[in-house]
């Protein structure tokens, strides 16, 4: 059988009403893993270890590194990007969309993963558990197709619980929308800005900028690209880039939005990428959720001699209260716009609390 054929059959079961018979151990550590807001990445690990364990018993569960050659090691993460990845976006399960194997504390791993191991990830407890499944895979005292079989029942449950929460919001707003002012829309989104793990709710915000008033303008942005991936290897000039409606492979701008303070050293490596860029946008901004430092906007004043491009560094905030005021009529058109960007970026992009907190933000303002 071929690493998909488990991964189906894996899932098959996974939506019976089938009883696995894992100890009361192995299945806790298993709803602990899967269950991990603060961490995605051990999941996928354990995902990985167990079809490669199914696929090929002989293999090692807690060696899921080639260079520890020791005859039954393997790559964890062939098997988890060639296999497990698409059926995270098949079933949107509750993963993040790039491999575990990249993430900090699995990078450059090169021995095998034991429970006693000094994690330096966190929480810690969560590696913890995750070795813990892979050494009873090892061990036999868990099997490793039915280890597979379980962690896609909880991350199913998860799935239907977190979506299930999310009709239930929206069901609660108001079916006619309260004619809200751009001073409520601008206060929803300050609001919404200063949660936790929000770091992608500004490339969001101008999105739905350029969704809203684009069209005006003669301009559309790309589509969003993944949440956390590098521009050097999608490509993008920057978070958000936009073309001209006429001419879709003409740039006109580029955005860098950050949840932080922008830099002059953010500014350089920007202006090194524009240099090297086959097609040059007219205009390469920054939009932070910070306060712009004085010798940052002077310095980006400078490259315009130099790169014949714009640069500019704008107040998230500010930046949508000259818009919103300046185009009124569109302002709750682009408060649709966000909120539609908002739920439809995966979990491992903006976390499902983040957007239940926006409709509960905006169903209180409406009501």
């Known amino acids: 059988m071929e690493p998909q054929d488990f991964l189906v059959r894996a899932v098959t079961r ?31 690990l354990v995902l990985a270890c167990a079809l490669a364990k199914s696929h090929r018993p002989e293999l090692d569960a807690t060696e899921p590194y080639t260079e520890i050659r020791s005859g039954r090691s393997f790559s964890g993460r062939t098997y988890d990007e060639r296999f497990i990845s698409p059926l995270i ?71 239907d619980e977190r979506e299930a929460a999310l009709t239930v919001a929206l069901s609660a707003m108001n079916t006619t929308p309260a004619d809200l002012s751009t001073e409520d829309v601008l206060t929803l989104l300050e609001q919404h800005l ?36 590098a521009d050097s290897s999608t490509g993008a000039l920057g978070d958000i880039e936009v073309v001209l409606v006429a001419a879709p492979e003409t740039p006109v701008t580029a955005y860098e939005v950050k949840a932080r303070a922008v830099t002059v ?69 682009f408060l649709d716009a966000y909120q539609e960007l908002l739920l439809v970026e995966p979990a491992s992009a903006v976390r499902p609390e983040l957007k239940q907190a926006w409709l509960a933000l905006r169903t209180a303002a409406e009501s």
């Open 89 to 159: 976006h098949q079933y949107r399960l509750p993963l993040n969309p790039t491999t575990a194997f990249l993430t900090p504390t699995l990078r450059n791993a090169n021995e095998a993963i034991r429970s006693a191991t000094p994690f330096e990830g966190r929480p810690r407890e969560v590696y913890r558990d995750a070795a813990r499944i892979l050494e009873a895979m090892q061990d036999g005292t868990g099997d490793a197709e039915t280890v597979l079989a379980s962690l896609f029942r909880h991350l199913l449950a998860l799935r």
């Open 14 to 44: 996974a939506q019976s009403s089938e009883t696995f018979g894992l100890s009361e151990t192995v299945e806790t550590d298993i709803g602990s893993v899967v269950r991990c807001a603060g961490n995605r990445a051990p999941a996928r």
């Open 194 to 229: 200063k949660s936790r793990n929000a770091s992608r709710l500004p490339v969001l915000l101008v999105a739905a900028l350029h969704r809203t008033l684009g069209e005006i303008a003669g301009e559309t942005a790309l589509p969003l690209g993944v949440h956390n991936a």
């Open 265 to 333: 050293g953010d500014l350089q490596i920007a202006a090194a990428k524009v240099a090297s860029a086959s097609s040059r946008p007219e205009n390469y901004l920054f939009v932070t959720t910070h306060p712009v430092d004085r010798e940052v906007s002077d310095y980006a004043r400078t490259l315009h001699t130099q790169t014949g491009v714009e640069f500019a560094v704008l107040d998230a905030l500010s930046f949508a209260r000259h818009l919103l005021h300046f185009f009124y009529r569109f302002r709750l058109v």
